[in-house]
């Protein structure tokens, strides 16, 4: 059987492993559109300050899908899918036929839209290459806000503070002040947002809802969680707002189409974690050999 897996996170890979350790004689594709090899996601924050090498970033090798026989695609975008010939077509106008398909394409992160977002040096974080953008325009931007409420601002803004950049964290979550290490150069606003982005082609200041007008050079937001579901669009698989519909086996109203982590909708099966993507990901993976 061809089994073919978009995405090589933590849904991805799991699912891969579990498929290959119930069954050896499957073929096995992974098609992605990182373009490095699987790491977690939730150490993106820390690969801002290291190498990506260091720290335990990665956390597959070439060895795994060598030893497994998985044929990993990386850089490929699964653009459409035709249900009928069971196939999906990828942004280099290559196709990849299948038996049994997964979707664990995750989500993204959604910026807020007001004036100026487009701007140049606003950025999200939600992979690598984000990361690698943001990295290139660090030692240009003195001034850096950070707009979210996950605990990794906190992390950052500490981190970017001690390398002596001036540092607003704008958050509606009061603990990210617990435990912070306080300093000069680390502001934080918590009854305020962001209502406009000012500069030519690149972020220069920001206003705020206050009519406050603050100097910025880098801009980064948490974002809003929007599931990956563009390559499902017209085809004949239920989708919510909220990502694809699966049944308690990950599958979704087309038997031979299964999806897990985070780009799945249910909200009693989702709470779109690590942990929870690995989960669906074996219960995916099993599922489909059965
Ligand atoms: C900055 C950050 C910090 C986080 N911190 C934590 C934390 O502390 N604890 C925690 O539990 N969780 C955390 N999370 C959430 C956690 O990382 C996710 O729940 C988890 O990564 C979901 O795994 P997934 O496999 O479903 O999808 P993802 O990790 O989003 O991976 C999706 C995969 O699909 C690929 N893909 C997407 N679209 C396509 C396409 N059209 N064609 C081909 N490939 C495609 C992507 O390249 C990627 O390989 C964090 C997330 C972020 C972004």
């Not at 196939?87 to 993204?108: E, H, I, P, S």
């Amino acid at each position: 059987m061809n089994i073919l897996i978009i995405g090589s996170s933590a849904a991805g890979i799991e699912a891969a492993g579990m498929i290959v350790s119930a069954d050896k004689s499957h073929n096995v594709t992974i098609a992605s559109e990182d373009s490095v090899l699987p790491y977690y996601r939730f150490k993106l924050a820390d690969f801002l300050f290291s190498k990506a090498c260091e720290n335990g970033f990665y956390f597959k090798d070439q060895t795994f899908f060598d030893k497994n026989k998985i044929k990993l695609l990386l850089g490929k975008k699964a653009i459409s899918l035709d249900t009928r010939r069971k196939r999906v077509k990828l942004d280099d106008n290559g196709y990849l036929d299948f038996d049994r398909l997964l979707v664990a394409t995750g989500a993204n992160c959604v910026l807020p839209d007001i004036k100026g977002i487009n701007k140049k040096n606003v950025y999200g974080l939600r992979s690598f290459s984000d990361v690698e953008e943001i990295k290139k325009n660090l030692p240009v931007s003195d001034t850096i806000f950070l707009v979210g409420n996950e605990a990794y601002l906190q992390d950052m803004a500490s981190n970017l503070s001690s390398q002596g950049k001036e540092v607003f964290l704008i958050t509606q979550n009061n603990e990210l002040l617990n435990n912070i290490k306080q300093s000069d150069n680390l502001r934080f606003v918590l009854d305020d947002e962001i209502s406009e982005i000012i500069g030519e082609s690149q972020v220069q200041a920001v206003k705020l809802k206050s009519g406050k007008v603050f100097a910025c050079s880098l801009l980064i937001y948490n974002g809003n969680f929007s599931p990956n579901i563009s390559l499902l669009k017209g085809s004949p698989v239920d989708l919510s707002d909220n990502g694809v519909i699966v049944d308690e086996n990950m599958r979704t109203n087309l038997d031979f189409i299964f999806a897990a982590g985070d780009v799945v909708a249910n909200e009693t099966i989702s709470n779109r974690t690590w942990e929870n993507a690995l989960k669906q990901g074996r219960k995916a993976g099993l599922a489909i050999v059965l």
